[in-house]
């Protein structure tokens, strides 16, 4: 097997946020969004050899839209092949049309490029920092992912601009090991 890519590792010291294009720097994950998880899964395995991809849970996350608790339910299965990970991400219901706005109306299968997931440093000082970034460029945090003690991930609508979200990730110790082993595990 093929050590990880890159051999100081996915989540070595993220660059400072000094311009949104710093964010770039520390892209860590491509999201997609599928009609269908345990299909996707499949597809990705037998088509582009994506072969360790787990089923994560996302019961124990609180999702807001703005600042305020919405309702959310997802699938998700989260993959790696000795570099960046791929999330594949099944909208079931609740605040989930940001997701399916990419998606074929006929609900016929398909799996589209949803996000570019970028990591920063922890904590509230950062994450201001950030916000007044965007805010300069006219963007905002739209929702937000919490689980304690894991991550907090912030989805930026920048689909004009790019051609799909930004999510921004303050990462934990927690998941940093997590998501090491997953690229380790599959290099």
């Avoid at 088509?47 to 309702?71: I, K, M, N, Y």
Wanted: hydrophobic content about 45%; glycine content about 8%.
């Amino acid at each position: 097997m093929s050590a990880a890519t890159p051999a100081h590792g996915l989540f070595a010291q993220p660059r400072t946020v000094d311009s949104l294009a710093d964010l770039l720097a520390n892209v860590w994950q491509f999201g997609y969004v599928t009609t269908d998880l345990d299909r996707a899964t499949t597809f990705m395995a037998e088509r582009f050899g994506l072969e360790h991809c787990l089923r994560l849970p996302s019961d124990t996350a609180t999702f807001l839209v703005g600042d305020q608790p919405a309702e959310w339910d997802v699938k998700i299965a989260m993959g790696a092949r000795g570099g960046m990970i791929v999330e594949l991400i099944e909208p079931v219901a609740g605040e989930i049309e940001f997701y399916t706005r990419v998606l074929p109306p006929g609900g016929e299968f398909a799996i589209r490029l949803h996000h570019v997931a970028t990591f920063t440093a922890p904590g509230e000082d950062e994450w201001e920092k950030i916000t007044k970034l965007l805010a300069a460029s006219n963007l905002r945090v739209d929702y937000t992912v919490l689980i304690p003690g894991r991550v907090r991930a912030g989805y930026v609508d920048t689909t004009s601009e790019l051609g799909h979200w930004l999510e921004i990730c303050q990462l934990q110790r927690e998941d940093i090991d997590f998501f090491t082993t997953l690229v380790n595990d599959s290099a």
